[in-house]
């Protein structure tokens, strides 16, 4: 992809276990400013590739082997989720995690733990989530177990943004949404990223949507990137259509 690089994973390998080659040397850019789509099936290693950018591999017993990992020219394999969330780089897992007996608005307010501000900032930075998600200010006193699929990835999403990230790492936005929620929450990733600049390395299983919103993809299969190139090439791609998109 073209443009001022922001992430540069370079050949990294990942086992789980000591044992389980995952990722077999899976290069790959984001550069400042772009939505990039991690694309492939269930169990390619896109949430694996997430979780060695945002060095969350150890909890699952998982070790980079091979390559490295730069964020702005910086090495960070060694830096701890903390400090990465520091430097801009902040993750949405899958399955959207968010405080299940906490409301809304409390689990907006962890997520700027990390930054330290003051009551009137934290306001500010509060109504600027809410800005872009006007359905968790309706529901923000809400416990956020009690509120629908589509909240609860909004509530992720708002709460990664109250750490005034410059990347987000979005693991599987659509996951088990209706196909309008998925659409409202991709406008809003188009927004972040056009308005704010907010760059985006997003997981997807669903491709015909995120080829849509992204600027560029990169299909993995099976540990390796098998294909890559910009949203508009891989859409109008005749294999990309056959096994991803569902259109032969
Ligand atoms: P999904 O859509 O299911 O998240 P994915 O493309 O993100 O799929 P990964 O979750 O990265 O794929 O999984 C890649 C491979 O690594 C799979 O074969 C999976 O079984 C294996 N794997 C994932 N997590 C672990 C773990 N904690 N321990 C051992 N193997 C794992």
Do not use: W
């Not at 689990?107 to 998600?133: C, H, K, M, P």
């Not at 309706?138 to 589509?150: M, P």
């Not at 993995?220 to 090439?233: I, P, Q, S, Y």
């Amino acid at each position: 992809p073209s443009g001022a690089v922001l992430l540069d994973v370079n050949g990294i390998e990942v086992i789980y276990n000591h044992v389980i080659l995952v990722l077999k040397g899976v290069s790959l850019v984001v550069p400042e400013g772009k939505i990039v789509a991690l694309l492939g099936a269930n169990g390619a290693g896109k949430t694996t590739t997430l979780r060695a950018i945002s060095n969350l591999l150890r909890a699952e017993r998982g070790h980079v082997t091979k390559g490295d990992i730069t964020y702005r020219g910086e090495r960070i394999e060694s830096l701890s989720p903390a400090d990465l969330v520091q430097r801009g780089v902040v993750q949405v897992m899958e399955g959207r995690h968010c405080f299940a007996h906490l409301s809304i608005e409390d689990n907006l307010l962890t997520g700027a733990y990390t930054r330290q501000l003051s009551r009137a900032d934290l306001a500010i930075a509060l109504e600027r989530v809410y800005a872009y998600f006007p359905r968790l200010k309706q529901r923000r006193t809400s416990q956020a177990g009690y509120t629908s699929g589509g909240e609860q990835q909004m509530c992720a999403i708002g709460r990664a943004l109250m750490a005034q990230p410059s990347m987000i790492l979005l693991d599987e936005p659509s996951m088990g949404l209706a196909p309008q929620i998925v659409e409202e929450i991709f406008e809003i990733v188009r927004d972040l990223n056009q308005r704010e600049r907010v760059s985006f390395l997003l997981a997807e299983q669903n491709t015909n949507v995120a080829l849509r919103y992204a600027d560029y993809g990169y299909i993995l299969e099976n540990g390796r990137v098998m294909m890559d190139g910009t949203a508009e090439d891989l859409a109008a791609n005749e294999d990309v259509k056959e096994f991803y998109l569902g259109i032969s």
